[in-house]
T-cell receptor, first 115, second 114 residues
Framework: AQSVTQLDSQVPVFEEAPVELRCNYS??????LFWYVQYPNQGLQLLLK??????LVESINGFEAEFNKSQTSFHLRKPSVHISDTAEYFC?????????????FGQGTELSVKP | DGGITQSPKYLFRKEGQNVTLSCEQN?????MYWYRQDPGQGLRLIYY???????QKGDIAEGYSVSREKKESFPLTVTSAQKNPTAFYLC?????????????FGEGSWLTVV
């Protein structure tokens, strides 16, 4: 079985400050890793994913995440946040070898960017 | 535009009623999913379907039912047996070709029991 732990339920930061949203996972099998973002009253949008290859993955809006297999982590970072980054962020994993393709989610981190 | 359409966006249910949430996708994805979202609990899997005419229970299937008669459609019925149905419901489908194994979500439906 897999589980995902997002270590911070809320992260308040000031605009233009750096931010890190932490994600750890537990799994007995190899997994793919994802970060999704959810704006109020909307569905989830894929932010970035790690499937294989380089352990550092980037999104088009400046976020990046690094897969660390030894620490079973997939922390999300951004060097300078904007007000528009205020949202809830979910880390998720799915087993590489098909178990229905189910995503297992963390409980979410609410990022609040203040001016 | 390709995507996942959920309807209605907002739905009110009286005690003892069954209600059905619609989910349609035109992405040609084989697999579809229903998740429930409650504040502070992340997303929990209700049902999923990997192919037409087949579906499996997720972690919290009690009080829910689904059907998968067409590839494009995966409706969720919230029955009167579901004791606490007020929540945000998200439908999703999975891409298995190309970059592979990525799940995409609809815009969600709010269900409130009155």
């Amino acid at each position: 079985a897999q589980s995902v732990t997002q270590l911070d339920s809320q992260v308040p930061v000031f605009e233009e400050a750096p931010v890190e949203l932490r994600c750890n996972y537990s799994s007995s099998v190899s997994v793919y890793l994802f970060w999704y973002v959810q704006y109020p009253n909307q569905g989830l949008q894929l932010l970035l994913k790690y499937l294989s290859g380089s352990t550092l993955v980037e999104s088009i809006n400046g976020f990046e995440a690094e897969f660390n297999k030894s620490q079973t982590s997939f922390h999300l970072r951004k060097p300078s946040v904007h007000i528009s980054d205020t949202a809830e962020y979910f880390c998720a994993v799915t087993p590489i070898y098909n178990q229905g393709g189910k995503l297992i989610f963390g409980q979410g981190t609410e990022l609040s960017v203040k001016p | 535009d390709g995507g996942i359409t959920q309807s209605p966006k907002y739905l009110f249910r009286k005690e003892g009623q069954n209600v059905t949430l619609s989910c349609e996708q035109n992405l040609n994805h084989d697999a579809m999913y229903w998740y429930r979202q409650d504040p502070g609990q992340g997303l929990r899997l209700i049902y999923y379907s990997q192919i037409v005419n087949d579906f499996q229970k997720g972690d919290i299937a009690e009080g829910y039912s689904v059907s998968r008669e067409k590839k494009e459609s995966f409706p969720l019925t919230v029955t009167s047996a579901q004791k606490n149905p007020t929540a945000f419901y998200l439908c999703a489908s999975r891409e298995t070709q190309g970059s592979g194994n990525t799940i995409y979500f609809g815009e969600g439906s709010w269900l409130t029991v009155v």
